[in-house]
């Protein structure tokens, strides 16, 4: 029985722990060829938010950072976190993202880091090639209408996550001109 004067130890379970599939939380899967960053990005820092482990990918704002842990067990309770955030990561993106990323003890922020800088030096190119195909697309060449409105819409998606939106209106008007003679009454 503990006297009075003493307290009991703090628990060393975090949050971060308790998730057993990350999958479960963020249904993105990040890959290169579409451009979701933004999205992935975004889900990630909010579920991240959400276990108290954001500042194990991004570095909280100068005078409130978290004071680097002393003793050895908070040392290895921080690693065990970091690397549950770095299985995270790798569990949510793509194989060839995975391989390209992927360094011998890299801390989660490691990761995070390269990632951003992948999809932030490809942005400028991948909205040359992602307005090309925007601009280009026609109904004729989907099976039904349905899918080039989704095509389209997916299309004006990606551009907005690299940093070109597109207004609902231009939205609207590449629609209508991208329609078969079948459907140009529908655009008038």
């Known amino acids: 029985m503990a006297d009075a004067t003493t307290t009991p130890a703090k628990p060393s379970f ?14 993105v899967t990040l890959e290169m060829e579409n451009s979701q960053y933004g999205t992935w990005a975004e889900l990630f820092k909010i ?3 959400s276990h108290k482990v954001l500042h194990h990918i991004i570095p ?4 409130k950072e978290k ?3 002393k003793t050895d067990e908070e040392v290895e309770l921080w690693t065990t976190i970091d690397a549950t955030v770095l299985q995270w990561i790798y569990s949510t ?23 951003r ?3 932030q030096d490809h942005q400028n190119s991948r909205a040359v090639t992602l307005e090309q195909e925007f601009t280009t697309t026609r109904m004729e060449d989907f099976p039904n209408a349905s899918a080039y409105c989704q095509c389209l819409k997916s299309l004006a998606n990606q551009l907005k996550n690299v940093g070109a939106p597109v207004t609902n209106s231009r939205l609207v008007l590449q629609l209508v001109s991208g329609f078969t003679e079948a459907y140009k009454g529908v655009g008038t």
Do not use: Q
């Open 60 to 63: 909280p704002p100068t005078g």
């Open 14 to 27: 975090h949050p971060a722990l308790a998730v057993s599939n990350i999958k479960n939380h963020i249904s």
């Open 117 to 119: 800088d992948i999809f």
């Open 93 to 115: 993106i793509s194989n060839d993202l995975l391989n390209t990323i992927i360094e011998p003890d890299a801390t989660a922020m490691d990761a995070w880091v390269r990632l």
């Open 67 to 69: 004071l680097a842990p």
């Open 47 to 49: 579920h991240a938010r």
